[in-house]
Each structure stands twice: as structure tokens, then as C-alpha cells.
């Protein structure tokens, strides 16, 4: 990460807009109260934290949110946790659920909608550079480099790209770019992907991040929003256009992730699916994980919940309050129950002779005496009946619980009380 030495940030002059209204449909029954980015993450965070905090920690202080699915748990936390701004700083923060604001249509129609609906709003900030971010992906990134890269490159619109191996490309959006790292062209989720120059093992793969001079982009939504047939999509339609009839460059996330002294690779995760979640936060329990949430010199911002700490109690053989390998957040009681390499949230009660390993068990849920819990992932709320045994049985697991391909169980309330036992 290196910042170029200009005569004062660009982030000063920047709004970042985050798209939050997206459900989540493959995290199953885990998006049916909440939207994507507002599902819980790391022991205390939600996902749409990480954008969010980067914006913060980039020096960005003009922030909009744009809502949508299911938005009240995502507008609660964000009103809880992200109230810190000032108008007399020149700080702003909105939250912009979709509000029939522009047309008789209940919903934001796309990506680019849910910007173009908010013109007027936006405006009233007078930005010169807008950061469009998705709110649904883990990562840690300066986007005053990738405002940088905008300006001294002269380009329409910067969109950040990950780098992935040419044999998994075909999962993503995928730009193919000339010497000089522009963008000649967008392919969609390509059945034999480019790879890049002097590098054929590796694509480019977008990060749904693009940078704009606000009045360009302006331009471009006007334009779209009468061009016949839009889906109204930055992917789908504004980027495909800018590709072809524009200058569109991109930016490597490596050139911009923030990595602690602990961090030996880029980190960015999408945990859209139950395994992929299961695995982001079942790997912050090693010893040292890959994403270090420690970094004090980059600070995961979030929602502080006034709680007391987190407490272990009984000490018999047989019935002590243990954790190997993973992470307690406070409120917690861990009363005569084992936990290894798991990832507790707050308000957790785990009761005695209980066993939980390679488990995420979000706030507030409750595990009753004797249950033994393997690879599971409990939705907020959950209480476990005493002497359950999940994680042994597959056959029996697909059969009360959501089973993914790995073998990790989703369980929620309404899955618990459906159980004859």
C-alpha cells in the first residue's frame, strides 16, 4: 500500500456509497430477518462494517448508505453504531432506503438506481469523487490509493479488481486489461477467462469498487436511466458501457489492502454462501489468523455494546468452564462447558457438560446441559435443547437442520422447535 504525496487526501472530497439492499439468498435461512450486509460477523461486527471502516479509516467522512431487503435490523445497527458524525465537521451519514422518491415504483430498480435516485441528496454534499462500494464483503483497504490511481491515470470510472487464479476466474466478473492496466473488456463470469498481461495464470476479477468524478457520473446514470432495456445495474449495464465507450481502468487490490504486521497475504472474502461464512469465522480462532481484527492502526468500527466481560465458571473435572483456540465476546457465561475453535457472540449461555467445537453461535443464544455441537453455525437467538447432538449423524443433521455441502449445519429457532425429542 503506498500513498502518493498529494497537496491535501482526495478522501477530503469524496462521499463513499455504499450498496446495502442486497438479500443474500445463499446464505439460506440466515438472510430471512436480515439483508447480507447486516448479518453478523467476527464475534461483535457486522458484515457491512468492513466497508464502512475502511471509508472511516481512508479519511473519507461523507457516507450514505442505500437500504433495501428486509433493511430495519441493517437502519438499527447502523443508528446504534454509526451515529459518531458531525455536520459542523463537514461530516454526513444517510441512510436511504428505497422510498419511491423519484417515481411510483416501491423499489430501487438496480445498482445504479439506487445512486441515480439520490442525485439530488448527493448533490447537496457537492463531493468531487464518489467511492461506489459494496457493503457485503470482508476486507481491509485504503481507498485514498485507489483515488489516487483515478486521478493521475485520467480515467472515466476506476474499478478495483481482485487478483484470482485464471482456473477459479470463471465465478466472477472478469476484466481484460492491456500494459497499462486499462480495461478493454467485461466479461461476465467467462467459460474460458483472460489472463493477465505477463501473468496468464491470473485474472482480474471486480470487486464491485468503482471511483468516479461525481459530475461523470452523473452522466452516465442519466444516461442510463433512459437507455431502452437497462436493468439499471452498475455491472450489468453503466460499466459493460463505460468499458466500451470510455476510459475504464483498473485498480488492484494489492496496490491498496491494509495489512498488519501479522497479515502475509491480501485478505478479501465474499462469505455469501453457509461455508464460506462458517470458514471466514472459524478461521479468526487460529493462532494467527488471516485476517488480524487486532489492527489497532486500522480499526474494524462497529456497533460497542455496553456488556460485562465475558465469565468461566466451575472448576470439577468433567464440568469446567473452558475455551481452547476461540474468541468469547462479552455477556458471555461459559458454565461447566468446553469450547474449542469456536467463535461466540454476545449474550451466549453455554451450560454445563455441554461440548461445542468448530462452532460461529451468534448473540444471545443458549446451549442446554449435555448437548455436544460440532460445525455448526446457531442464528441469533437459538436455544439448544439439553443433550442435543448435532454434527455426528449426517443423515439425521440434513434431516432437522439446512446441511451444506461440507457438512456445516445452519440451525435457527424455528428448525429447533419443528424437533420431537
Keep these: 500500500m ?23 439468498a445463499r446464505l439460506k435461512e440466515l438472510t430471512d430477518k436480515r439483508a447480507k450486509p447486516a448479518v453478523y460477523f467476527g464475534g461483535k461486527a457486522r458484515i457491512i462494517d468492513f466497508a464502512l471502516s475502511n471509508a472511516v479509516n481512508s479519511g473519507i467522512r461523507r457516507i450514505a448508505v442505500a437500504t433495501q431487503y428486509k433493511a430495519h435490523s441493517l437502519i438499527r445497527h447502523l443508528q446504534q453504531g454509526w451515529d459518531f458524525f458531525r455536520a459542523e465537521r463537514n461530516e454526513s451519514f444517510d441512510i436511504l432506503p428505497a422510498s419511491q422518491r423519484v417515481s411510483e415504483g416501491e423499489w430501487y430498480q438496480g445498482t445504479a438506481d439506487a445512486v441515480f435516485q439520490n442525485i439530488d441528496i448527493i448533490e447537496s454534499y457537492a463531493p468531487e469523487f464518489m467511492v461506489i462500494l459494496a457493503g457485503d464483503h470482508v476486507y481491509k483497504m485504503d481507498y485514498e490509493v485507489m483515488l489516487q490511481q483515478h486521478v493521475t491515470s485520467g480515467a472515466d470510472v476506476t474499478i478495483g479488481c481482485l487478483e484470482v487464479p485464471r482456473s477459479e476466474a470463471s465465478a466472477f466478473g472478469i476484466m481484460a486489461v492491456d500494459q497499462n492496466d486499462m480495461i478493454t473488456e467485461f466479461l461476465e463470469k467467462p467459460a474460458h477467462p483472460p489472463g493477465m498481461p505477463g501473468n496468464p495464470e491470473v485474472s482480474l476479477a471486480s470487486m464491485g469498487i468503482y471511483v468516479f468524478r461525481t459530475e461523470r457520473l452523473f452522466e452516465e446514470l442519466r444516461r442510463d436511466s433512459v437507455a431502452p432495456g437497462s436493468s439499471r445495474d452498475f455491472g450489468k449495464d453503466v460499466i459493460p458501457y463505460l468499458v466500451k465507450n470510455a476510459k475504464a481502468v483498473a485498480h488492484r487490490f494489492s496496490a491498496s489492502c491494509v495489512r498488519s504486521g501479522t497479515e502475509s497475504q491480501s485478505y478479501w472474502r465474499d462469505v455469501g454462501t453457509i461455508d464460506a461464512y462458517w470458514e471466514a469465522n472459524i478461521d479468526l480462532t487460529a493462532v494467527v489468523p488471516q485476517l488480524d481484527l487486532y489492527d489497532r492502526s486500522w480499526p474494524l468500527w462497529t456497533y460497542a455494546e455496553v456488556t460485562p466481560p465475558a465469565k468461566f465458571v466451575h472448576d470439577i473435572d468433567g464440568r469446567r468452564g473452558s ?44 446451549i442446554g446441559r449435555g448437548a455436544r455441537l460440532r460445525r455448526v453455525v446457531l442464528d441469533r437467538g437459538v436455544t439448544i435443547p439439553e443433550g442435543l447432538v448435532v454434527g455426528e449423524e449426517p443423515a439425521l443433521d440434513a434431516q432437522r437442520f439446512r446441511r451444506s455441502e461440507k457438512g456445516v449445519c445452519l440451525i435457527t429457532q424455528a428448525m429447533i422447535d419443528r424437533l420431537v425429542l
Design 2 to 24: 503506498h500513498r502518493q504525496q498529494f497537496s491535501q487526501p482526495l478522501a477530503r472530497n469524496t462521499m463513499a456509497y455504499v450498496l446495502a439492499g442486497g438479500r443474500g
Design 323 to 366: 475455551a481452547v483456540a476461540s474468541l468469547v465476546s462479552g455477556d458471555c457465561i461459559i458454565s461447566g462447558s468446553h469450547l474449542r475453535h469456536c467463535l461466540i457472540f454476545t449474550g451466549v449461555r453455554s451450560n454445563s457438560y455441554s461440548y461445542l467445537e468448530e462452532s460461529v453461535v451468534l448473540p444471545r443464544c443458549t
